[in-house]
């Protein structure tokens, strides 16, 4: 173990998962809490859901940069060279959003976030290429746990470290701080080795690259039973948690928690009790099978956004605030693990990667869009009615889930040794 960590590219795909994990709250929870404190309505604060699409919409560019000559530092290698093109401008990108004010130039605010949005999402393409080039098959797994801790730390020091850093240095310092943070990504970019490029193939037009890309990946998916059901199960699935999630920042402020308040406890406390949920949910995908699983676990999760109810009803509370986010954070932790390994488990090994990132994006996009309207819909019903419809939104996708379970039962499990496939 310790000679597989010494191993440099270990190293890496831990730094490289920091640098990909930087760009996310300053488009989500950070982004929202800044609109919160400059009194924009929530109606606005609720369509900042938008800003994330290019998460979701990735793959319709991931082509261009698998076959594309990188723009800037073609020298350094296919994968290396995009990085290094993309990763300068992502830190420009921070540091320019940060010099705007939501208070006066929402818009210009919202645009600069787009564009971070856009290049983050990008880096994620190469990163994901990177470790799967770089990493034999059998190291994969390490080279994931490595790029997923990596992620949460970074999550905790952009949300947490830049919450907590505003007061001292205001919010463009704060966004400067996290700009210098991604550079972390760009010395492990240099330190890097670069992987063997992929045997020469045939040139392809753009037409036949997107018909193998999205095309094929998609019509093999078709072919399966109930295959329009599972779609819209998995477009559905979260979409109580995407609701309520975009509208945390600013119910925490109308209740009269302070940015240090919810630094510690949403970002800090909520990032542990999330690593737990995940934790606890991959064991219990193992003991019950997916399927099982995923309706327990959704179960799970709806009835926790009832903890935003109770604690609407407390008001400005500390040992309430610990008790949802806690209870909220696990239970989210716990159906991702589920999920996670459902579509995992949907995917064609022919296909796994495109299929992947299809079946999560069509999850991600409706969410995105529906999840706009969160803060129209909190505006006009008040906060408990709200997130009892937040509550109630779960439901559908769990219903088509025992559907799913009793037209498509899961195989017999064979003995403690059996892994659930359903």
Not at 4 to 30: C, E, I, K, Q, Y
Not at 95 to 108: F, R, W
Not at 390 to 418: D, E, F, S, Y
Request: charged residues 10%; glycine residues 10%.
């Amino acid at each position: 173990m310790r000679a597989l960590f010494s191993d440099r590219r270990f190293l890496v795909m831990l730094a490289l998962g920091f640098a990909a994990g930087v760009p996310l709250p300053l488009t989500g929870f950070v982004l929202r809490q800044w609109f919160a404190e400059s009194d924009i309505p929530l109606a606005a604060i609720g369509f900042t859901a938008l800003i994330g699409l290019a998460y979701a919409l990735k793959f319709l560019w991931a082509p261009l940069m698998d076959h594309a000559r990188p723009p800037l530092f073609p020298g350094f290698g296919r994968r290396r060279g995009w990085l290094l093109s993309i990763q300068p401008p992502l830190m420009l990108a921070i540091v320019l959003l940060g010099q705007t004010d939501p208070a006066t130039m929402a818009v210009a605010t919202a645009a600069v976030a787009v564009v971070v949005a856009f290049l983050s999402a990008s880096q994620d393409i190469v990163i994901d290429a990177w470790r799967i080039e770089a990493l034999a098959e059998e190291e994969q797994g390490y080279g994931f746990a490595c790029y997923v801790w990596g992620y949460r730390f970074a999550l905790l020091a952009a949300n947490a470290g830049a919450l907590g850093m505003v007061r001292m240095v205001g919010w463009d310092g704060a966004f400067l701080y996290c700009a210098a943070l991604v550079g972390v990504g760009l010395v492990a970019v240099l330190l890097a080795p670069e992987p063997a490029p992929p045997p020469p193939q045939p040139p392809m037009s753009w037409t036949t690259r997107l018909r193998v890309a999205v095309i094929e990946p998609f019509r093999d998916f078709t072919t399966r039973p109930h295959w329009l059901p599972i779609l819209v199960f998995v477009s559905l699935f979260n979409l109580g948690e995407a609701l309520a999630g975009i509208m945390t920042a600013p119910f925490y402020r109308e209740l009269g928690f302070t940015r240090g308040e919810v630094a510690t406890v949403a970002s800090g406390f909520g990032l542990v009790m999330t690593l737990l949920g995940v934790l606890a949910g991959g064991w219990f995908v193992a003991k019950v099978g997916v399927g099982r699983a995923l309706v327990i676990t959704g179960f799970v999760q709806m009835a926790s956004n009832l903890m935003y109810v109770a604690l609407n009803e407390v008001g400005r509370s500390m040992p309430m605030l610990y008790a949802q986010v806690g209870v909220e954070s696990f239970t989210d932790g716990l159906a991702a693990a589920a999920f996670v390994a459902y579509l995992t488990g949907l995917t064609n090994r022919a296909f796994s990667a495109t299929q992947y990132a299809l079946l999560s994006s069509l999850a991600a996009i409706p969410l995105r869009f529906l999840g706009g309207w969160s803060g129209q819909l909190a505006q006009a019903m008040g906060w408990t009615p709200f997130f009892l419809l937040t509550t109630a939104a779960a439901l559908p996708a769990l219903v088509i889930m025992l559907w799913l379970l009793r037209r498509l039962p899961p195989p017999p499990r064979a003995g403690p040794q059996a892994t659930a496939a359903d």
